[in-house]
């Protein structure tokens, strides 16, 4: 007997569960590109993607590895410039997704810590 496939955004509630037990994690319910995001300090570090698709902020050099594995794709908000510290990672990788997250939130945890 299979079991029917876990939708994105129920893969996103587990990454969102697991680190909404850091008490320095909160939960956006701002509208648009951080609707549901995990923020730090205010600032957002991942969010699901209106595809489907963890979007996290990583340091340039990491979004450029992750790209280049394939593991990852580079984000355009749409403006036809891709942002480069910010990395979306399909379902089909979802697997790295609580990492990737975990990664992105001590990242921003660092740099609003300055």
Known sequence: ????PISPEE???KVVKALLTNSKVTQSEK???G??????NGRIFATL???GKLLVKLPKLRVDA?????KGERFDSGRGRPMKEWVQVP???SSHWPALAEEAYAY???LTSR
Do not use: I, W, Y
């Open 1 to 4: 007997m299979s079991h029917p």
């Open 11 to 13: 893969r996103f509630a």
């Open 31 to 33: 509208k648009g590109f």
């Open 35 to 40: 609707s549901s995001a995990l923020t730090v």
């Open 49 to 51: 993607n209106h595809e």
């Open 66 to 70: 992750l790209v280049a594995s394939g």
């Open 91 to 93: 379902a089909a990788q």
């Open 108 to 110: 921003v945890a660092d």
